[in-house]
T-cell receptor
Framework: DSGVTQTPKHLITATGQRVTLRCSPRSGDLSVYWYQQSLDQGLQFLIQYYNGEERAKGNILERFSAQQFPDLHSELNLSSLELGDSALYFC????????????????FGPGTRLTVL | GEDVEQSLFLSVREGDSSVINCTYTDSSSTYLYWYKQEPGAGLQLLTYIFSNMDMKQDQRLTVLLNKKDKHLSLRIADTQTGDSAIYFCASGAGGYQKVTFGTGTKLQVIP
């Protein structure tokens, strides 16, 4: 158990809909990353937040948005869903102190599997 | 932009050595990582190497880094069925910089 939690575990929805994925980082970790894992594109970095502020952006579509709240949990919002958005979405948190922070170890949650029908 | 490439699939027999290869493009990478993803789970850091090293050994795992060619490899000695997983190579500049992951290599261990 990495200490990172994600809900829900599975989500099935229809095209055109909007969903929200939730992530709680490990206790004390300030930085949250979102990734999308699909069969054809591997693991793609979407976005990073640090202590409530956006820190880096990757291959995130305009239909997707995220935020990190004062309690450090984060939400990824996916709207106008398309079939191609079906994937496993991971959240990871980065150690804010200790040895793991020096080499930037990321701790991954179990993921949310999104199926768009 | 940064890119990390690795082969998609590797099959080995139980007891043999496995070698998973990776190339990266970002010459400013300070850390190179190997993450393991078991079925139905998230990624977990297996090992990492600092860019000024060329080899790191940790029990059955050996990481080799050729910084000139930007080539990283992971050798698993005496591969077991429990090693069956997807292995991700990744590179990063350390600190709060983002980490770039490869597409993952699925290792299948045949009993």
């Amino acid at each position: 158990d990495s200490g990172v939690t994600q809900t829900p575990k599975h989500l099935i929805t229809a095209t055109g809909q909007r969903v929200t994925l939730r992530c709680s980082p490990r206790s004390g970790d300030l930085s949250v990353y979102w990734y999308q894992q699909s069969l054809d594109q591997g693991l793609q970095f979407l976005i990073q937040y640090y202590n409530g502020e956006e820190r880096a952006k990757g291959n995130i579509l305009e239909r997707f948005s995220a935020q990190q709240f004062p309690d450090l949990h984060s939400e990824l919002n996916l709207s106008s869903l398309e079939l191609g958005d079906s994937a496993l979405y991971f959240c990871a948190s980065r150690a804010s102190g200790g040895p793991a922070s020096s080499y930037n170890e990321q701790f991954f949650g179990p993921g949310t599997r999104l199926t768009v029908l | 932009g940064e890119d990390v490439e690795q082969s998609l699939f590797l099959s080995v027999r139980e007891g043999d050595s496995s070698v998973i290869n990776c190339t990266y493009t970002d010459s400013s990478s300070t850390y190179l990582y190997w993450y393991k993803q078991e079925p139905g789970a998230g990624l977990q850091l297996l090992t990492y190497i600092f860019s000024n090293m060329d080899m790191k050994q940790d029990q059955r795992l050996t990481v080799l880094l050729n910084k000139k060619d930007k080539h990283l490899s992971l050798r698993i000695a005496d591969t077991q069925t429990g090693d069956s997983a997807i292995y991700f190579c990744a590179s990063g500049a350390g600190g709060y910089q983002k980490v770039t992951f490869g597409t993952g290599t699925k290792l299948q261990v045949i009993p």
